[in-house]
């Protein structure tokens, strides 16, 4: 019996991973308030991730090497990666995970509630770009850890309480 050994792809702050290699396995630790996309076309066997930080920037990225930091343009630029592999976009699978509300302080303090910016900013860059969410584990208090299966396109998410949710 032969048996493929996982590579882990580690995917931090502001990066994004894509492949077609079934072994493969991209992977988020500690992820707060920030938001993972996970992309999975089936067809294709092609599955991407990006770990996005804030909702929108104030300033140009272009050039800065820094699109994945934000939702806005981290979202078209992981599809633009899966689109240069094959990946049509009738065929991808959305998951979203992450927008924890980390600071949790008394009182009406949305403003500090980058998790739920966060939530907003993926949905409504996903809508723009003509996708639908298939399954998402999003919001709460807890940090988690997501690992994403390149072979199946299955997403399993470990929160901090121990919680293990497959998307």
Not at 31 to 38: D, E, K, Q, T
Not at 55 to 64: A, K, Q, Y
Request: net charge positive; glycine share 12%; hydrophobic share 45%.
């Amino acid at each position: 019996m032969v048996v493929a050994t996982q590579n882990m792809i580690n995917v931090g702050l502001a990066e994004l991973a894509v492949s077609k290699d079934s072994t493969d396995v991209l992977a988020v630790l500690g992820l707060g308030s920030c938001i993972a996309l996970c992309a999975f076309d089936p067809v294709a066997r092609v599955a991407g991730l990006a770990h996005m930080v804030l909702p929108r920037s104030r300033i140009e990225t272009e050039g800065l090497g820094i699109k994945v930091k934000y939702i806005e343009t981290g979202v078209p630029w992981l599809l633009q990666k899966m689109y240069r592999l094959g990946v049509r976009q009738s065929d991808l699978i959305i998951k979203i995970t992450g927008g924890a509300r980390m600071l949790n302080i008394p009182g009406n303090n949305n403003i500090l509630d980058i998790g739920q910016k966060n939530i907003l900013q993926v949905k409504e860059s996903l809508a723009k770009e003509g996708l639908k969410i298939c399954a998402e584990d999003l919001g709460g208090g807890l940090g988690r850890s997501v690992r994403f299966y390149v072979e199946t396109g299955k997403i399993e998410i470990k929160a901090v309480n121990g919680r293990i949710t497959d998307l």
